[in-house]
């Protein structure tokens, strides 16, 4: 484990533990507030993140973007990651060996922001990281606390330009995660 940002991003920009390295144009190392209490993980970035380095950029990234605007979240207070640092080729869901290969540089970053809050986005991030037994469409919406960090599954903004129906859930998924985030706020 690195104990500070440069080093971990220096190790990732280095990494070849797994085949993504080899078609990626940049790490998606992660963005935002650093020691935020709110983290959003999702799965792995699209060519557009690949391209700009930046997660969440693209199509999905503009959806969350609004959702985040409706709901006066401040995108730069958040910090937002994904399980797999590089692009899966065709945008494809990462493969295990994949996920597990990157796995303990995100957990690193877990550690080094100490959030109250892990908003999981998808079931990748939620299989990789609460476990293979969760589904999304029976745990999103659902409050689920391990090792004092507060987890909330909810859809993957791209499973929303796919469905609009997901919009709604996906709404009221962050509208908890404000509210509760808001809970925590005033107990300090």
Not at 2 to 15: F, T, V
Not at 129 to 148: C, D, H, P, V
């Amino acid at each position: 484990m690195k104990d500070n940002w440069e080093e971990l991003e220096n190790s990732i920009k280095s990494c070849k533990k797994c085949k993504l390295c080899t078609t990626r144009t940049n790490i998606v190392f992660g963005c935002g507030n650093k020691n935020a209490d709110i983290m959003m993980i999702g799965e792995g970035p699209g060519a557009d993140e690949d391209r700009e380095g930046i997660p969440f950029v693209g199509k999905a990234g503009k959806l969350m973007n609004n959702a985040f605007e409706g709901l006066k979240i401040n995108r730069d207070e958040i910090y937002i990651a994904n399980i797999v640092k590089c692009r899966p080729p065709q945008n494809r869901v990462p493969e295990e060996d994949e996920a597990r290969a990157c796995l303990d540089y995100l957990r690193n970053q877990v550690i080094l922001v100490k959030p109250k809050i892990i908003v999981l986005l998808g079931s990748t991030a939620l299989k990789n990281i609460l476990g293979k037994e969760y589904g999304i469409t029976s745990a999103r919406g659902k409050w689920i606390e391990k090792k004092g960090i507060l987890y909330m599954p909810t859809w993957h903004p791209a499973a929303l330009l796919r469905d609009e129906n997901k919009k709604i859930e996906f709404w009221k998924d962050l509208k908890l995660v404000i509210e509760k985030y808001d809970e925590i706020k005033e107990l300090k």
